[in-house]
């Protein structure tokens, strides 16, 4: 090569093509010679050339003249963008590292295992090569006026020895996280025996795992053995067996009625008020993992005859058909007020707009028999607190008609053109229709029912012109009125109007509720679970 030309164009020559450095010679190539491994070294040996230039002596000087000219390339090659720091290193077999120049022995040196090294950098995630100088050990170097240098705390004088310094602080970080990890180990080990002291089959502790004791049972389940549903799991499990969700003073009331009768919550109003907890709350007693519990459809658990698809009962007198509930326009959405029935017709009576309102009110009936009761006082002031943290329930829609059970009807309607569009009034009162039915029922023989028939039949007819022009308002309205009035004669007309109704404003969950309701209506069973 030294007999070669010089290259013409110099530091600037692409060097590109192979054949161009058999024909021509470039001096800074031959200047040194600079490896992907070798930066480590080049740092060094610049830094103590920097400081041999300013030395007093000429002969320094010269000397350390040659050693400036090959940093500058180095300094060249060392701004060479480097991977990103905080970059995790995946675990791969370590790089081969070239022997070349006069520090093949020092590159020789004898690395930890891979494994070591990869959990190493998984731990300090900010150094980005196994081995070598890291960025804090640069920052390390300190510059020093006579040409040497301190790493550590330790004054070195050569390139050689700066590097070798530097790596020995890498090799040391490693040991000593390896020792942390053993460290650890042994810490987890230790505990694992203390514990075995208190439990006799402890877990097995694995590495960087703290040893699990079982948790200790509250002094609750201590005095009461029976386990409740918790709220979230019974919200779910109420929606797809009541095909309703329950308001929050629902689970409030639940709440009270725990810290009456911790052993028996859905008791606890019995000695104030004579009322049980039924219905959904069953739910949260976890009777519906009984063996009966997967036969039954839990929508007619506690349904009375008289009760409409939009009610729920959720409380029930322990010595008649009294009940209480809820009742809602759209299964989609929470009910909008509580009323009761006594079981034995379809009057309907409005207690308020959430299950507290209406226990205060019926406090304060019980209160002015008698005014002097502790434990009705006790419960009203309860009741109160809680109905003072409650939000105001969603406000209901407007009623446009009062069917026979009396709680209201509410569905979408629009006006256009002046004219109200998705309930249309029924030909006749509540009155002349109770006298249509009435009529019907007290028929004797088959024509005259038939002739009886055909009054009703002109009002179904009606419907389905109603029906046609999206009035869908007023079938629901005959239908609640036929299936309020009771006669199982005229089931059919129910099971006709009723779910198509429903299906057509969009609530088939209370279509579902109707039909099966009509093939299991009862005055006697209403508890599904006995």
Not at 177 to 202: G, Y
């Amino acid at each position: 090569m030294p007999n070669l030309p010089l290259c013409k164009y110099g530091d600037s020559c692409f060097r590109k093509n192979a054949d161009h450095f058999r024909e021509y010679r470039h001096p800074s190539t031959e200047a040194t010679t600079v490896t992907t491994k070798d930066n480590l070294l080049q740092r060094a040996t610049t830094v103590t050339s920097q400081q041999q230039k300013h030395s007093s002596t000429h002969t320094h000087s010269t000397a350390s003249s040659s050693v400036v000219t090959g940093g500058a390339v180095k300094r060249a090659r060392l701004n060479e963008p480097k991977p990103s720091s905080n970059k995790k290193i995946k675990q791969t077999a370590p790089r081969s590292i070239p022997t070349v120049g006069p520090m093949d022995a020092f590159f020789k040196v004898t690395k930890p295992p891979a494994k070591e090294v990869v959990r190493h950098f998984e731990v300090d995630n900010q150094r980005s090569e196994p081995l070598g100088i890291s960025d804090e050990s640069r920052n390390s170097l300190v510059e020093r006026a006579d040409g040497e240098a301190i790493v550590d705390d330790k004054v070195v004088d050569g390139p050689e020895d700066i590097l070798d310094a530097a790596t020995d602080r890498e090799l040391s970080g490693i040991v000593m996280d390896k020792n942390l990890t053993e460290t650890v180990d042994t810490n987890a080990s230790e505990l694992a025996q203390q514990n075995s002291t208190h439990s006799p089959d402890p877990p097995p502790v694995t590495k960087h795992q703290v040893p699990v004791t079982s948790p200790q049972v509250s002094s609750f389940f201590h005095r009461n053995p029976q386990t409740f549903t918790s709220e979230c799991d019974s919200k779910l499990e109420i929606k797809s067996r009541f095909l309703v969700d329950m308001p929050e003073d629902f689970y409030a009331l639940w709440r009270l009625c725990r810290r009456m009768n911790q052993s028996s919550p859905h008791r606890a109003l019995i000695g104030c008020l004579g009322l049980e907890l039924v219905g959904p709350y069953h739910i949260l007693l976890g009777k519906h993992k009984s063996s009966t519990a997967d036969s039954i459809d839990w929508f007619l658990h506690y349904r009375y005859y008289y009760d409409p698809p939009e009610f729920v009962t959720i409380l029930a007198d322990t010595d008649s058909l009294f009940h209480i509930g809820y009742f809602r326009d759209d299964p989609k959405n929470l009910p909008s007020l509580v009323g009761s029935n006594s079981g034995k017709d379809f009057h309907f009576t409005k207690l308020g707009c959430d299950i507290i309102t209406a226990l205060i009110s019926m406090v304060n009936e019980k209160l002015k028999e008698k005014e002097k009761d502790k434990h009705l006082s006790r419960l009203k002031a309860e009741l109160r607190n809680i109905a003072n943290g409650l939000e105001s329930p969603q406000s209901r829609g407007k009623v446009i008609a009062r069917p026979l059970h009396g709680l209201g009807l509410v569905v979408p309607t629009r006006y256009y053109q002046g004219e109200q569009w998705g309930y249309r009034e029924l030909p006749v009162t509540n009155q002349q229709l109770l006298r249509i039915l009435n009529n019907l029922e007290d028929s004797e023989s088959t024509e005259e029912k038939r002739r009886r028939f055909s009054k009703l039949q002109e009002v179904i007819t009606l419907v389905q012109y109603a029906n046609d022009e999206t009035d869908f308002g007023m079938g629901l309205e005959l239908g609640l009125d036929v299936f309020c009035f009771g006669s199982t004669n005229l089931h059919k007309v129910v099971a006709h109007l009723l779910p198509m109704a429903y299906n057509f404003l969009d609530r088939p969950e209370f279509a579902r509720i109707i039909e099966a309701h009509l093939e299991r209506r009862s005055k006697n069973r209403v508890d599904l679970l006995r």
